[in-house]
């Protein structure tokens, strides 16, 4: 009697445990540990009788083909759900309703589509989803939304082609994404926006041609991304806008060419490895102050004198390392860079000498490899990289015959004087085009037609002096177009209007009298335009009105009299201005009014400047960082209590007159830790100390002369000039510069 009493006793309390169901006969079952495993089954739907307390249920390997609205609303109580290798084509919205405790769930080697947008919808805590090698062309931006927990997302081995605007909205706590092996070509702008967490990135093994610079602004956090394997030749100017970047990877890619500002904002950078890539030639990198291991093993590297500015820079250096193995000239192959002197780096000057002729060994193999692929006399052609280049052959033409998927054609030093129409028809693939030192003066209309993904135009160094609007057409996809040095005289309108995507335009050293109403029509994407070292007099109030977006205008080295305030408005997005190096004698107040609350780098320099009005900063001040006003006649400046945020300041080279009016100046310099050269010029007695330690004497409200540090702190919270978070720092800095 007791014994059945008893069995029956612990069958209740087991069932109160498990929940009331029982273990499928299929499945082993732990109800102490709340698992469930039914691998390797051939199940073809979620079992119904899973007991409800079930905590880690593992399905892998059986022949699930669509998980159904509320599959799991009998088991709320899941942390881990494993659903690998299950033949999965089809979620439902909704399927996985009810799993709000689930913190892992594993999809991965299904065979899944899409991803709709309430897929997921309910996973709360889930911190970790898997679903690689899956067949994913497409998820629906909002899929994410109410993954709120979330640490890591595995979506390698898909076939995403787009990232769309928005995808990733809602991961507020994602570490780590891993998207490679993919087929990604195309990233919006957006698509990233809103992962202000996440660390690291594998972008690896897609399609990208070249770097998503947008995209990738927008990870403020990211410190390691991985690029590798992707078909890019290059790397522009300033085109790595990640500010937490510790750790990049670009390793068996086809890169090219790498310019030395590409890292310029990203300066936190600590470790480029750039192996197996295509670079003969690097050059120094500028704002990498904290590299300490760049690899370039595996790439022919030719030690010559176009590698010596970076050998210096390595030599500079000493907490750099540098991994560079030299592929040639031959006396050098196979030696470390770093185990030559700069002065080996030699290139002879004639032509065709031994030197040249080793050169021009060492790079025939790969041209020779693939007998019977097309490619035109005098002209080598990479078939592998999808590179060809006639560089410096005396060319008068553009020779026809290119491998029709070559991405890069290299033209520069030539002598070509003008570009027929449809020089270029059959290359609807090429990416880069490089025409400069080509001695060009005309272009005729059509010369670019058919060239429908070309990304980068550079007509530098020419002699042109004129273009048709019509002279872009065919071009939808130019993102940076090169006209520097050449002869322009003006800017055609309506050009731009063919180039819907136009990111840079460089127009500096030309002839550009003036920008004239609406010039820049059709520019609507414009974020930076160069017009440095034109003949500029004059900025038409709308010039500009077109290219709301510019985020950079460079206007230094012209003839402009004052501050083109009224061209300025409209401008939403203008961070960095230019102005160095015009007559300007005045800046008014109210100057730079049009771009409150926006820019951040200031270009006054070398202007002749007599006079700051007071307001002249007004509206621009306080997000301020870098301002530069040496080499100008200034004897005054108004108060900079309210730049809060400078962290690069250049008043030098000015005759600064240290009487009463100066006096703010004076304490500001105090109380900031900035290094500033100001040095006086006026009262006599004092011409040639630093406005700092100008004794100011017979001024009201002077500063007590010796240390005392209290009541100088006050002080200087008082004129309100530190704030509170940096106020003893600074203040300290300022002590110390002192002492
Ligand atoms: C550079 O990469 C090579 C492999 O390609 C590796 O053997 C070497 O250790 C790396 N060097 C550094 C400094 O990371
Ligand atoms: C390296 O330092 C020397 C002086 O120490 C300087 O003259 C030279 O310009 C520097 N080179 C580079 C490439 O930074
Ligand atoms: C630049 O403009 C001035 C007039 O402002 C003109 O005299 C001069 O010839 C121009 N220079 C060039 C190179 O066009
Ligand atoms: C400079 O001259 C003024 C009077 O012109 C005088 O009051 C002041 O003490 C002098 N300062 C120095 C540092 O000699």
Partial sequence: MEAPACWTLMAVLAALVAGSTACPHYCICDNIQGTVTCMKQQLTEIPTTIPEATKHLDIRGNNIDRVTTGAFLPIPYLTHLNLQKCNINHLHEGAFRGLGRLRSLNLGFNNIEFIYQETFDGLYSLQQLIIDNNKIEEIKPGAFA??????????????????????FQGLQQIKYMRLSKNMINNIADEAFAG????????????????????????????????????????????????????????????????????????????????????????????????????????????????????????ANRTKLKAEVLCHGPGRYEGERLDSLRPVDLRCDSRPLDKEEEELSLVNKPATNNQK????????????????????????????????????????????????????????????????????????????????????????SSNEINSLQPEIFEGLPELTYLYLDHNRLTSIPKGAFRLLPNLFALHLEYNTIPQLTDDNMEGAEKLRRLHLTGNNLTYVSPTALRPSGQLQKLFLDEN??????????????????????????????????????????????????????????FDGVDEQMQSLYLENNQLSYIPSLENFRNLHTIDLSNNPWDCDCPLLPLRRWLKSSNLKVRAVCSLPRNVTGVSVKDAPFKNCKGNLPKKNQASTKKRKASRTGVVRKTVNRKKLKGSRVGME
């Fill in 146 to 167: 109410q993954l709120g927990s979330l640490n890591v997302l595995n979506l390698e081995g898909n076939f995403l082609v787009y990232l769309p605007p928005l995808l």
């Fill in 195 to 314: 992962l202000w967490t996440l660390k690291r990135l594998s972008l690896d093994s897609n399609e990208l041609q070249y770097l998503p610079t947008e995209a990738l602004s927008r990870l403020t956090a990211v410190a390691k991304l991985d690029l590798s394997q992707n078909p890019m030749t290059y790397l522009g100017e300033e085109v790595f806008r990640m500010r937490s970047l510790k750790h990049l990877m670009m390793n068996d890619m086809s890169l090219q060419d790498v310019l030395l500002t590409a890292f310029l904002h990203s300066p936190k950078l600590s470790v480029v490895e750039f192996r197996n890539n295509q670079l003969q030639v690097i050059q120094p990198l500028e704002g990498v102050e904290s590299l300490r291991t760049i690899n370039l093993t595996g790439n022919p590297i030719q030690c010559n004198c176009f590698m010596r500015p970076f050998r210096e820079w390595m």
């Fill in 372 to 459: 019977g692929r097309p490619c035109p006399d005098h002209c080598d052609c990479q078939h592998d990289l999808q590179h060809s280049s006639c560089e410096g052959k005396g060319l008068r033409k553009i020779p026809k015959g290119f491998p029709p998927d070559s991405h890069l054609l290299d033209m520069r030093f030539n002598d070509l004087r003008f570009i027929p129409r449809g020089s270029f028809s059959g290359m609807k693939q090429l990416v880069s085009l490089h025409l400069q030192n080509c001695n060009i003066h005309h272009l005729n209309t059509g010369a670019f037609r058919g060239l429908r993904n070309l990304i980068y135009l550079y007509l």
């Fill in 559 to 616: 003839k402009l009299t004052e501050v083109p305030t009224v061209a300025l408005m409209g401008m939403s997005a203008l961070d960095e201005l230019k102005l160095s190096r015009n007559p300007i004698k005045q800046i008014e107040s109210g100057a730079f009014l049009p771009v409150k609350g926006l820019l951040q780098h200031l270009w006054l320099n070398n202007l002749g400047l007599e006079k700051i009005s007071d307001g002249a």
